[in-house]
């Protein structure tokens, strides 16, 4: 069993910034990439961001020059730091990693429950 939790939503004011965790727990063996998506009201589930294990590291263009994925692999965590924060960044921000359980498993998708971002004045 795997199991992640994402911090750190809240009410922030256009141009402030927030810093989004997520901790992943449980039976892992090995975490390849995590990643971040979000969904805004009334609109589908978007990408936003995702940090390999190799270090390399993508971003949406929507977000790019904004926000920073980082990931501590000790701790099996991912943080995603957004500054610059605009209205049409409100969204429920999900964190999703590709892990295996053990050694000898195929490797499998696991998602968060979310945290809610508000950017509103």
């Known amino acids: 069993q795997v199991q992640l939790v994402e911090s750190g939503g809240g009410l922030v004011q256009p141009g402030g910034s927030l810093r ?37 590291t993508k971003y949406a263009d929507s977000v790019k020059g904004r926000f920073t994925i980082s ?6 965590t991912a943080y995603l730091q957004m500054n610059s924060l605009k209205p049409e960044d409100t969204a429920v921000y999900y964190c999703n990693i590709d892990a ?22």
């Open 20 to 56: 989004l965790s997520c901790a992943a727990s449980g039976n892992i063996f090995w975490v390849n990439t995590m990643s971040w998506y979000r969904q805004a009201p009334g609109k589908q589930r978007e990408w936003v961001a995702t940090f390999n294990r190799g270090g390399s």
């Open 100 to 121: 295996q359980q053990t050694i000898a498993t195929r490797s499998m998708e696991y998602w968060g429950k979310g945290t809610l971002v508000t950017v509103s004045s």
């Open 71 to 76: 990931r501590d692999n000790a701790k099996n």
